[in-house]
T-cell receptor
Framework: AQTVTQSQPEMSVQEAETVTLSCTYD???????LFWYKQPPSRQMILVIR??????QNATENRFSVNFQKAAKSFSLKISDSQLGDTAMYFC????????????FGKGTKLSVKP | GAVVSQHPSRVICKSGTSVKIECRSL??????MFWYRQFPKQSLMLMAT?????????EQGVEKDKFLINHASLTLSTLTVTSAHPEDSSFYIC?????????????FGQGTRLTVV
C-alpha cells in the first residue's frame, strides 16, 4: 500500500524568506504522480504544484518549486520569497498513474508566514 | 482550471433531521467523486468513493446508512447525512477527477461546514 508522510506538523518563516516543507512517500510502483495542495483558512483546497514520476526535471511554479528525489522517495516543496498569503496548511499527495482512485494525503504541515 | 462546485457552504440543522450536500463538476465529467471529512487541524479523511451509476464504496468505519451517497450523473454526486447528530458536525469536502485524463490532479469543492444543534 502507498503511504505519504509529512514529518513537520508546523513550521514558520519570516516574510520574504525561503522555507522547505518535507514529504516522503512509499510505493513499489514506478508510474505515479505527486502533488502539493494548499489549504488556506478559507479551507478551499488549491493545487500548488504537481510532479510526474517519469520526469527527472523538478517542477516549478513561480515561487514554488519541488525537490523530487525518486530513489529516496522524497518530494519536498520550497517556497521562495514567502508572502503572508502563503499562510496555510500544506498537504502532500500521491496517486498511481492511470488510477481512478482517490489521492493519498499526508497529514499536512501548518505553515505560518510572519511579518 | 476545472471547477467543482459544492453546495451549501454552511448549514445548521436540528438533531434528527437530514441534510443533503451537492457536489458538481462544472466543466468536466467525473466517473468517480470522493467525499472527505476533515476535523480541525487534521488531514482529509476519505469517507467514500461515489461511482456514477453504481453503489458507493465506503471506507471502513463509515456507516453507509447514515451517509447516503448518490451519483446519478457524470457531473453530480450528493451526500445525505441522515438523522444527524451533534457528533456529525464537521467540515465535509468533495473532490472529482476528470475521467478523460486520470493522470490529472483532483479538483475540490469549497467544502461544507455542517453544524448539528
Amino acid at each position: 500500500a502507498q503511504t505519504v508522510t509529512q514529518s513537520q506538523p508546523e513550521m514558520s518563516v519570516q516574510e520574504a524568506e525561503t522555507v522547505t516543507l518535507s514529504c516522503t512517500y512509499d510505493t513499489s510502483e514506478s508510474n505515479y504522480y505527486l502533488f502539493w495542495y494548499k489549504q488556506p483558512p478559507s479551507r478551499q483546497m488549491i493545487l500548488v504544484i504537481r510532479q510526474e514520476a517519469y520526469k527527472q526535471q523538478n517542477a516549478t511554479e513561480n515561487r514554488f518549486s519541488v525537490n523530487f528525489q525518486k530513489a529516496a522517495k522524497s518530494f519536498s516543496l520550497k517556497i521562495s520569497d514567502s508572502q503572508l498569503g502563503d499562510t496555510a496548511m500544506y498537504f502532500c499527495a500521491f496517486i498511481l498513474g492511470g488510477s481512478q482512485g482517490n489521492l493519498i494525503f499526508g497529514k499536512g504541515t501548518k505553515l505560518s508566514v510572519k511579518p | 482550471g476545472a471547477v467543482v462546485s459544492q453546495h451549501p457552504s454552511r448549514v445548521i440543522c436540528k438533531s434528527g433531521t437530514s441534510v443533503k450536500i451537492e457536489c458538481r463538476s462544472l466543466d468536466f465529467q467525473a466517473t468517480t467523486m470522493f467525499w472527505y471529512r476533515q476535523f480541525p487541524k487534521q488531514s482529509l479523511m476519505l469517507m467514500a468513493t461515489s461511482n456514477e451509476g453504481s453503489k458507493a464504496t465506503y471506507e471502513q468505519g463509515v456507516e453507509k446508512d447514515k451517509f447516503l451517497i448518490n451519483h446519478a450523473s457524470l457531473t453530480l454526486s450528493t451526500l445525505t447525512v441522515t438523522s444527524a447528530h451533534p457528533e456529525d458536525s464537521s467540515f465535509y469536502i468533495c473532490s472529482a477527477r476528470d475521467r478523460r485524463n486520470m493522470n490529472t490532479e483532483a479538483f475540490f469543492g469549497q467544502g461544507t461546514r455542517l453544524t448539528v444543534v
